[in-house]
Nanobody, 126 residues
């Protein structure tokens, strides 16, 4: 079992930056590919970014490519989503998720992620 806790959300002006963190419990964190998804009011959850279990591979949605950077620190059981040049359309609840099986690569498919955090709100004002 893996428990995920997101933090770092908040209110920021357009053009600003935020760094989201996702802290994981469990000794096997380093074996999981991790992903971030977001859901805006009235919209379906959408993929944001994914990082492989080793950290060697990352994959981003076109809408955030070049603005968001996903990284992981396996020693701290934490993944980080650095968000820059934020836009009002980035407003959403952001969720981190862990993918099974272990030692998986990146994925944009939400059904391939088995553990989810509770989410953190990001609001970007214009």
């Amino acid at each position: 079992q893996v428990q995920l806790v997101e933090s770092g959300g908040g209110l920021v002006q357009a053009g600003g930056s935020l760094r989201l963190s996702c802290a994981a419990s469990g000794r096997t964190f380093s074996s999981y590919a991790m992903g971030w998804f977001r859901q805006a009011p009235g919209k379906e959850r959408e993929f944001v970014a994914s990082i492989s279990w080793s950290g060697a591979g990352t994959y981003y949605a076109d809408s955030v490519k070049g603005r968001f950077t996903l990284s992981r620190d396996n020693a701290k059981n934490t993944v980080y989503l650095q968000m820059s040049s934020l836009k009002p359309e980035d407003t959403a609840v952001y969720y981190c998720a862990a993918r099974l099986p272990v030692r998986s690569g990146v994925s944009y498919l939400s059904h391939e992620y088995h553990y989810w955090g509770q989410g953190t709100q990001v609001t970007v004002s214009s």
